[in-house]
């Protein structure tokens, strides 16, 4: 006998792995459209929904080393999509801001996303309502297993402790 909720579960499971494969394919092409890396996009993305960023909250948040966050900020400053403020000799006071140009140019920015949700999404307040509280909901279960995933990374990178000396050496 089928049972039709697993039928459900089992669509549900293969239409997210679908639409994660469908955003990395996206962000993938509008950094190629641009000559960026993807983790350009998404650094402009990041900043964009922050507002501002210090560049080592931008490096937390992207998972990459303070040098090749570096090296994104640098690119985005280059083509004009970032603006780094502040910052006189100490990179802890530089604040980072998504340009008016990025902000409007971008297939990333907020504007195009509203835009395109509406156009899919032409469901009843409450309907909408119901799926952005689902929708955040996989956000921060998938945010804590990245988080998890670095831990463990980190620590398969972190150096044996020295060995202690016997007490009696």
């Known amino acids: ?91 802890h006071d530089v604040r980072l801001t998504v340009t008016d140009e990025a902000a409007a140019d971008l297939p990333l920015a907020p504007s195009s996303r509203i835009d395109a949700a509406r156009e899919i999404i032409d469901w009843p307040p409450d309907e909408r309502e119901a799926l952005v509280k689902f929708v955040l909901c996989l956000v921060e279960l998938v945010e804590r297993d990245v988080e998890a995933m670095r831990g463990k990374v980190e620590s398969a990178r972190a150096p044996e402790p020295a060995p202690t000396p016997p007490r009696w050496a």
């Open 1 to 91: 006998m089928r049972d039709p909720a697993g039928d459900v579960d089992r669509a549900l499971a293969d239409g997210l792995a679908r639409l994660a494969d469908a955003v990395i394919g996206y962000v993938a092409a509008v950094a190629a459209s641009r000559g960026l890396a993807p983790s350009d996009v998404r650094a402009v993305g990041m900043i964009d929904r922050a507002g501002m960023m210090r560049p080592g909250e931008l490096a937390r948040a992207l998972g990459i080393s303070p040098s090749g966050t570096t090296g994104v900020i640098n690119r985005l400053v280059a083509a004009g999509l970032l603006r780094r403020d502040g910052g006189s000799g100490n990179n």
